[in-house]
C-alpha cells in the first residue's frame, strides 16, 4: 500500500499563504489521479483539488483561483499552493490517489496537515 506524508500546515491570517505538500512512498508517475481533500470539525471529508496523470486540474468551487494543485513525479510529491486564504479554509488536509474515477484510494487516511486561517 502506498503511504502518504502531508506537510506545511500552519496557523496563516486571512489573506496569507501556504504551499502543502504529500510525499508518497512509491512512484506516482503512472497514477491515475491525486486529490487533496479536507475536513473541518463537524463536516464530512470534502474533495478540495484534483490532479490526473495527463496533468488536468479541478478545483472544488469555494477554492477555483485561490489553490493550485500540482505534483512532482521525480519527487513522488504533490503538491497544494493555497492563496488568499480564508477562515473558512480551515481544516485538516489529506492527500491520496486513485487508479480511475471511482473513489477508491491507494492509501487509508493519514495523519493530514492541519491549516488555521485566523486573524
Known amino acids: 500500500q502506498v503511504q502518504f506524508v502531508e506537510s506545511g500546515g500552519g496557523l496563516v491570517q486571512p489573506g496569507g499563504s501556504l504551499r502543502l505538500s504529500c510525499v508518497a512512498s512509491a512512484d506516482i508517475f503512472n497514477i491515475y489521479a491525486m486529490d487533496w481533500y479536507r475536513q473541518a470539525p463537524g463536516n464530512k471529508r470534502e474533495l478540495v483539488a484534483t490532479i490526473t496523470s495527463g496533468g488536468s486540474t479541478d478545483y472544488a468551487d469555494s477554492v477555483k483561483g485561490r489553490f493550485t494543485i500540482s505534483r512532482d513525479n521525480t519527487k513522488n510529491t504533490l503538491y497544494l499552493q493555497m492563496n488568499s486564504l480564508k477562515p473558512e479554509d480551515t481544516a485538516v488536509y489529506y492527500c491520496?490517489?486513485?487508479?480511475?474515477?471511482?473513489?477508491?484510494?491507494?492509501?487509508?487516511w493519514g495523519q493530514g496537515t492541519q491549516v488555521t486561517v485566523s486573524s
Open positions: 491520496n490517489a486513485r487508479r480511475s474515477d471511482v473513489p477508491v484510494f491507494l492509501s487509508s
